[in-house]
């Protein structure tokens, strides 16, 4: 069975690091990209970025180019989404996701909350 | 950059309705796009694929057509499960979402 397992809820003040993962099961994680996918409280969906987890290449969206990094330890079949100095802004729902034909497989989600 | 327009971006219908909702793309895409639907506290879930092929597993009731700019998400008659957000996304370099359409019982 296809599984992304991502990593608990985070509270976070700003300015402070973050980093969170999803790790992939039952499928040859380095065959599929993953993307990541922010979801802001009562807000759509909005595509953040991807990874190759074969080569670790990546593909950024515009809008968060510069902002979070994206990398993968294809050894442990684990995608990571982190942040060098988090924004109360950055609070959100993150999704992980398997590039299939589509975004077939996703992750449980990481409420991530930045808060003084 | 391609955007893509989702409508009605709210609709209230009864069970039993047939619902349609469109997506329209800022220029061509082909057939590089996706339909997902999304429940309250959930992930999404995968719908509809290169505009027309359903996910397996899902009901035959939800259908996906067109190709270039405009394209449908149609229910034939909507259940009380299929009451969720519905989100388009375009496939191609930077895959974007449309805005969502919130389907809500009548």
């Known amino acids: 069975e296809v599984q992304l397992v991502q990593s608990g809820a985070e509270v976070k003040k700003p300015g402070e690091s973050l980093r969170i993962s999803c790790k992939g099961s039952?499928?040859?994680?380095?065959?599929?990209?993953i993307s990541w996918v922010r979801q802001m409280p009562g807000k759509g969906l909005e595509w953040m970025g991807r990874?190759?987890?074969?080569?670790?290449?990546?593909n950024y969206s515009p809008s968060f180019q510069g902002h979070v990094t994206i990398s993968a330890d294809k050894s442990i079949s684990t995608a990571y989404l982190q942040w060098s100095s988090l924004k109360a802004s950055d609070t959100a729902m993150y999704y992980c996701?398997?590039?299939?034909?589509?975004?077939?497989?996703w992750g449980q989600g990481t409420l991530v909350t930045v808060s003084s | 950059d391609i955007q893509l327009t989702q409508s009605p971006s709210f609709l209230s219908a009864s069970v039993g309705d047939r619902v349609t909702i469109t997506c329209r793309a800022s220029q061509g895409i082909s057939s590089y796009l996706a339909w997902y639907q999304q429940k309250p506290g959930k992930a999404p879930k995968l719908l509809i694929y290169a505009a027309s092929t359903l996910q397996s597993g899902v009901p035959s009731r939800f259908s996906g057509s067109g190709s270039g700019t405009e394209f449908t998400l149609t229910i034939s008659s909507l259940q009380p499960e299929d009451f969720a957000t519905y989100y388009c996304?375009?496939?191609?370099?930077?895959?974007?979402f449309g805005g969502g359409t919130k389907v809500e019982i009548k």
């Open positions: 039952g499928y040859s994680f380095t065959s599929y990209w």
């Open positions: 990874i190759d987890p074969s080569d670790s290449y990546t």
């Open positions: 996304q375009q496939l191609n370099s930077y895959p974007r």
């Open positions: 996701a398997r590039r299939g034909a589509a975004l077939d497989y």
